[in-house]
């Protein structure tokens, strides 16, 4: 609604600006008070315009209301137009007018935009209800980093580090990304039904932003998952969890893209947490990412972990890379016959790893993922295993190009 408004209050500053640059005519309403030109044609065009975009809220229009009058009763909802708010001061010609456009629910102001046509400058506010453009944009931006950070953790683990578990009745790192994936589905689902149910303008939710972050991220709270959520082994790999995650995660970044400023009006009720708007179990989503994330880092400094090699895998914990011995700089070290046995697809391949002669890093070439030879499922094993690009002259990383196999994003 707000990003609405704020269209339609610009696009009505340029209709006003032709006119202030010209000559015009000054009127005078039955109350003697101006109107020209610029005031009809910016009200036109945003009254077009918001009923096209909102055909079920109507408006209510300073020049329309002052000729034509106004019903006995006011709509519950409806939209409060003043497109030239200064008329006096715009035939003065010293730029101190505005467009200002209002939603208006019950006896309350929900939404404001005033626009100052001259400098091009917009002042907003919006009350319970409304996810501005700013907070969506913040909600996907968290969303994607939670996910690559999760990636980050899990990045260079033998099959044995992934099913370690650093007691008997806690769960592995497989079972944390299993279970992110099972609830990431289920969020979607969710989503998806409580935009299908009708909105609640007004209401709030029961936890501010705020608390709802800090309750999730205090791993000192425990929360039992419930058994549809909980892990049981659904995936014999945990990377096929990952991708499910990394779709979910995908769609998920589409509805958010697609939602209307009042996504805040739209809730469903958390077991532990209460009533959450649409923009809350969005935030909830990469929250639950971020508390799982230090689970899986807790883990990794747990117990005997970081001796958990693969016994068919010379493992580089420094590089994050099975092979059997260094690389040759610039060449490929497809003899290896642990990394053969990991990506069969790569055997018979030359090239496929570069060293970078100024920081020594070793990369994957581009080539090898642009080449049918490799299977998705190969890619993705690859991808996986073998780490991420890094800032020092010490690492294995994977070439920007080939988007590490469909689980990431680009080099960073």
């Known amino acids: 609604m707000l990003e609405i408004a704020r269209g339609a209050a610009r696009d009505a500053a340029a209709l006003i600006l032709e006119v202030y640059g010209n000559t015009f005519v000054v009127q005078h309403k039955s109350d003697h008070?101006?109107?020209?030109?610029?005031?009809?044609?910016?009200?036109?065009?945003?009254?077009?315009?918001?009923?096209?975009?909102t055909p079920d809220i109507p408006v209510i229009a300073e020049e329309r209301a002052a000729k034509f009058g106004l019903g006995a009763l006011a709509p519950d909802r409806f939209w409060l137009v003043d497109p030239l708010d200064g008329t006096r001061e715009f035939i003065k010609r010293n730029g101190e007018f505005t467009t200002n456009i209002g939603l208006v629910e019950g006896d309350r102001v929900v939404l404001g935009i005033v626009h100052v046509p001259v400098s091009g400058v917009t002042y907003s506010g919006c009350g319970p209800g409304t996810a501005t453009q700013q907070e969506r944009d913040a909600a996907r931006n968290r969303l994607s980093e939670s996910y690559r950070l999760l990636l980050d953790s899990v990045a260079t683990l033998t099959p044995e580090q992934w099913n370690f578990k650093p007691g008997p009745d806690q769960w592995s790192i497989a079972e944390c990304v299993e279970h992110l994936a099972v609830s990431e589905a289920a969020g979607l689902a969710r989503y998806q039904r409580m935009l299908a149910a009708a909105s609640v303008p007004g209401k709030e939710s029961v936890l501010t932003d705020e608390q709802l972050a800090a309750k999730v991220a205090d791993r000192s709270q425990k929360f039992k998952a419930p058994d549809i959520i909980a892990p049981s082994h659904r995936w014999?790999?945990?990377?096929?969890?990952?991708?499910?995650?990394?779709?979910?995660?995908?769609?998920?970044?589409?509805q958010l893209q697609s939602a209307g400023d009042d996504l805040r009006s739209y809730f469903s009720t958390h077991p532990a947490?209460?009533?959450?708007?649409?923009?809350?179990?969005?935030?909830?989503?990469?929250?639950?990412?971020?508390?799982?994330?230090?689970?899986?880092?807790?883990?990794?400094?747990?117990?005997?972990?970081?001796?958990k090699i693969s016994a068919n895998a010379d493992w580089d914990f420094a590089h994050g890379?099975?092979?059997?011995?260094?690389?040759?700089?610039g060449g490929c070290d497809a003899a290896s016959p642990s990394l053969q046995n990991l990506v069969p697809g790569l055997r018979g391949w030359s090239a496929s790893l570069h060293q970078n002669t100024t920081t020594g890093a070793y990369h994957i070439a581009e080539n090898v993922f642009q080449n049918s030879v490799l299977s998705d499922s190969e890619l993705t094993k690859l991808t996986t295993y073998c780490g991420f690009i890094k800032a020092n002259g010490s690492s294995f990383g994977i070439c920007k190009s080939c988007r590490f196999g469909g689980l990431g994003g680009a080099e960073r």
């Open 33 to 53: 008070s101006p109107v020209t030109l610029a005031d009809e044609r910016a009200e036109a065009l945003i009254i077009a315009e918001l009923e096209h975009a």
């Open 236 to 254: 014999s790999d945990p990377l096929e969890a990952l991708k499910q995650l990394k779709d979910c995660r995908d769609q998920g970044l589409a």
């Open 273 to 307: 947490f209460g009533d959450l708007d649409g923009l809350q179990w969005m935030g909830l989503r990469a929250a639950h990412t971020e508390r799982h994330t230090a689970q899986i880092k807790a883990i990794q400094v747990a117990g005997d972990f970081q001796s």
């Open 321 to 329: 890379f099975p092979l059997a011995s260094a690389p040759v700089a």
